[in-house]
């Protein structure tokens, strides 16, 4: 089995910073990305940031609402990834959930989301 795992929500003030963590865990063979999303009250989920495998190492990739204030980052050494939030703004408000693309060790390729975790920006 696979298991997804995002921590590090939490109750900040405008302009403040988070850092959340999404951990991969079990039979996994290879992570080919992972995929930061958030879902806010009311509103659909949405692509935040993403970063994947490439032959040289990994690409990060941002949506609009991410770019100069969030970095996307992964420790090499283990299948956790890294959501670095700057200059948080009440919008920023959601639930934050991870998505992995991966393939175990049957060779199955799939993804995986984890539960979420709560970001919440005071004004």
């Known amino acids: 089995q696979v298991h997804v795992l995002e921590s590090g929500g939490g109750l900040v003030q405008t302009g403040g910073s988070l850092i959340l963590s999404c951990a991969a865990t079990g039979s996994i063979s290879k992570i080919n990305a992972i995929d930061w999303y958030r879902q806010a009250p009311g509103k659909q989920r949405e692509l935040v940031a993403s970063?994947?495998?490439?032959?040289?190492?990994?690409?990060?990739n941002y949506t609009d609402s991410a770019k100069g204030r969030f970095t996307i980052s992964k420790d090499n050494a283990k299948n956790t990834v890294y959501l670095q939030m700057n200059i948080l703004k009440p919008e920023d408000t959601a639930v934050y959930y991870c998505?992995?693309?991966?393939?175990?060790?049957?060779?199955?390729?799939?993804?995986?989301w984890g539960q979420g975790t709560q970001v919440t920006v005071s004004s």
């Open positions: 970063i994947s495998r490439v032959p040289t190492g990994w690409i990060p």
């Open positions: 998505n992995a693309h991966v393939i175990d060790s049957r060779g199955d390729v799939f993804d995986k």
